[in-house]
């Protein structure tokens, strides 16, 4: 059975920082490549960030840009998502995505809440 499951999610205040993690089993982890995907409410979901298979190239969404870092480590089957300088435009449930040439999965969300 696939499962990803996020955590890490919670309420911080503008300015702040959390660090999202996406545990994933029941496939070859080091085959996929994983993103990051946000949705507010009302609002469609995002494309945040994407972390290539071997973990050699990233990409990011303009809106978090310099503040949101992607990682992965393979040996632990988990991908991270680094949030720094939160705003209330952060506020989202987040999702883990991951992806092969065969394949996608996603995971179940995390809510992030950034408000004073």
């Known amino acids: 059975q696939v499962q990803l499951v996020e955590s890490g999610g919670g309420l911080v205040q503008p300015g702040g920082s959390l660090r999202l993690s996406c545990a994933v089993s029941?496939?070859?982890?080091?085959?996929?490549?994983m993103s990051w995907y946000r949705q507010a409410p009302g609002k469609d979901r995002e494309l945040v960030a994407t972390i290539t298979s071997t973990g050699r190239s990233t990409n990011y969404a303009d809106s978090v840009k310099g503040r949101f870092t992607i990682s992965r480590d393979n040996a632990k089957n988990t991908v991270y998502l680094q949030m720094n300088s939160l705003s209330p435009d952060d506020t989202a449930v987040y999702y883990c995505?991951?992806?092969?040439?065969?394949?996608?999965?996603w995971g179940q969300g995390t809510q992030v809440t950034v408000s004073s």
């Open positions: 029941g496939v070859t982890f080091s085959t996929y490549d």
């Open positions: 995505y991951g992806s092969s040439f065969t394949r996608n999965y």
